[in-house]
């Protein structure tokens, strides 16, 4: 059957609001109502605008890159094959599974628009294959902002090394995905490009692939790139037209619910980032 958005965010709303839910029940219901308002927001943005699966939101920002892609790297973050470890495990993870986390699809996205440089939109519909969770007016928006191509939102280049040693500290995902890797220790495993021969003879990743390219020049040539189309193209109309037409609006505020002192010293991203696992 089905159950309508409607219904579940009032059930989620009454429950917040009884007496017997624990605060921190009450947080996180907050939160999840929140995200079902993005929700809809990002699917009207698609309703308003259909063209927004086929060119930049951003209409000054689709010349930002002309020709055909780089068939070679697209071809091998399509198969997981970059060579940056936690690129290639989420990717072949969604291949298996169908689902990835939202911080995971943001960094996939981001890589292969910046530091592969490749055009959005082949990217996009690859992805848009895979999802088992798959809504357009989500995913079209999403992908253009991790792409920058909004001209409302900051730029977020990913550095895939930072990642992978924050979100994936001793490789556990990185093994369960990419067998090739799977005796490197924990030190070794996100930067394998770096090891040594004889390194590579004791722990393995021999049959591993070298990275498509060095990510971080890589990163600082997208970044230099972008900003000098942005100065000679782009338009503050067209940028007013874009945040007019698509910018969030602000509402009522969602007052959190204070949780216990014991919570404190808690990461903040423990509770807004879902496991790799």
């Not at 699917?43 to 068939?71: C, T, V, W, Y």
């Not at 040693?165 to 220790?185: M, N, S, T, Y």
């Not at 390194?199 to 900003?227: F, L, M, S, W």
Request: hydrophobic letters at 35%; charged letters at 25%; proline letters at 6%.
């Amino acid at each position: 059957g089905t159950v309508s958005l409607r219904e579940i965010y009032q059930q989620a709303k009454a429950t917040g609001n009884h007496p017997s839910t624990l605060p921190r029940k009450q947080k996180s219901l907050t939160s999840f109502r929140s995200r079902l308002h993005w929700h809809c927001h990002f699917i009207q943005k698609l309703e308003d605008e259909p063209d927004l699966e086929f060119r930049a939101m951003h209409r000054e920002l689709e010349g930002l890159k002309s020709g055909p892609n780089n068939a070679e790297r697209l071809q091998r973050w399509q198969e997981g094959q970059t060579g940056w470890p936690l690129v290639d495990a989420c990717m072949r993870a969604l291949h298996h599974t169908g689902w990835i986390n939202f911080r995971m699809r943001a960094m996939m996205m981001a890589v292969a628009s910046y530091q592969l440089w490749l055009h959005w939109r082949e990217p996009a519909l690859h992805l848009a294959r895979q999802f088992t969770d798959f809504e357009p007016g989500i995913h079209y928006s999403q992908t253009q902002m991790q792409s920058g191509l909004t001209g409302i939102n900051a730029l977020r280049i990913y550095n895939p090394v930072l990642q992978s040693q924050k979100l994936d500290p001793d490789g556990e995902f990185i093994r369960r995905w990419i067998p090739e890797l799977a005796g490197v220790p924990a030190e070794m495993i996100h930067t394998p490009w770096l090891m040594t021969p004889a390194q590579k003879q004791r722990y393995g990743g021999n049959t591993y692939t070298a990275p498509v390219c060095d990510h971080e020049q890589a990163a600082r040539a997208a970044r230099k790139a972008i900003g000098d189309f942005r100065k000679q193209h782009v338009s503050r109309e067209e940028t007013h037209r874009v945040l007019d037409r698509h910018g969030s609006r602000k509402g009522p505020v969602q007052k959190r619910p204070k949780v216990a002192d014991r919570r404190k010293n808690e990461s903040s991203d423990s509770g807004d980032q879902l496991s790799l696992f």
